[in-house]
T-cell receptor, first 111, second 113 residues
Framework: GEDVEQSLFLSVREGDSSVINCTYT??????LYWYKQEPGAGLQLLTY?????DMKQDQRLTVLLNKKDKHLSLRIADTQTGDSAIYFC???????????FGTGTRLTVIP | SQTIHQWPATLVQPVGSPLSLECTVE??????LYWYRQAAGRGLQLLFY??????ISSEVPQNLSASRPQDRQFILSSKKLLLSDSGFYLC????????????FGAGSRLTVL
């Protein structure tokens, strides 16, 4: 997991926007992903972005990709208490069958 | 639709005992299969992945092993557990094309005492 870096913790107030950041190492990575893990559960895919895109929006979620800086972010608009979870960034390196995950960012939403 | 089943959900085992975690996928054929481990406070570590029956790739040296006896069955085993094997084990599958999106099972929490 050391190849993909994320901050460990983020706290936001309910109704505010959350921005979770990630840096990855392989500039030739083809796809980048965001997963959500609720307590005691497996990982759930939130969204993914192909490397030739710089933005993807899906309802309250906006993904921004800066290939030059190898930086990926996930913005959650109007954050709700149900958004409290661990968020994992992952990259698929060229030629790899598996994904490389970051350490995860624990998002806490304060009512 | 595709589903992934993983069991047991929770396991408490003494040091030195054997381990068998099982994962099966329904609704697809010839999937890629994966075992990841999530240790407390840490990210996901890839343990094994398989692109076909009997084809296992290991990412890290350890006292764990994996087998794929059938197309949609992936088993994680150990002959003798160590304390450091405690963690949350996640099985996942993906199709062998395109975005390679991984779909995860619910996880198996292993505590070695």
């Amino acid at each position: 997991g050391e190849d993909v870096e994320q901050s460990l913790f983020l706290s936001v107030r309910e109704g505010d926007s959350s921005v979770i950041n990630c840096t990855y190492t392989d500039s030739s990575s083809t796809y980048l992903y965001w997963y959500k893990q609720e307590p005691g559960a497996g990982l759930q895919l939130l969204t993914y972005i192909f490397s030739n895109m710089d933005m993807k929006q899906d309802q309250r979620l906006t993904v921004l990709l800066n290939k030059k800086d190898k930086h990926l972010s996930l913005r959650i608009a109007d954050t709700q208490t149900g958004d409290s979870a661990i968020y994992f960034c992952a990259e698929r390196k060229t030629g790899a069958n598996n994904l490389f995950f970051g350490t995860g960012t624990r998002l806490t939403v304060i009512p | 639709s595709q589903t992934i089943h993983q069991w047991p959900a929770t396991l408490v085992q003494p040091v030195g005992s054997p381990l068998s975690l099982e994962c099966t996928v329904e609704g697809t054929s010839n999937p890629n299969l994966y075992w990841y481990r999530q240790a407390a406070g840490r990210g996901l570590q890839l343990l094994f992945y398989s692109v076909g029956i009997g084809q296992i790739s290991s990412e890290v040296p350890q006292n764990l092993s994996a087998s794929r006896p059938q197309d949609r069955q992936f088993i994680l085993s150990s002959k003798k557990l160590l304390l450091s094997d405690s963690g949350f084990y996640l099985c996942a599958w993906s199709v062998q094309a395109g975005a390679n999106v991984l779909t995860f099972g619910a996880g198996s929490r292993l505590t070695v005492l």
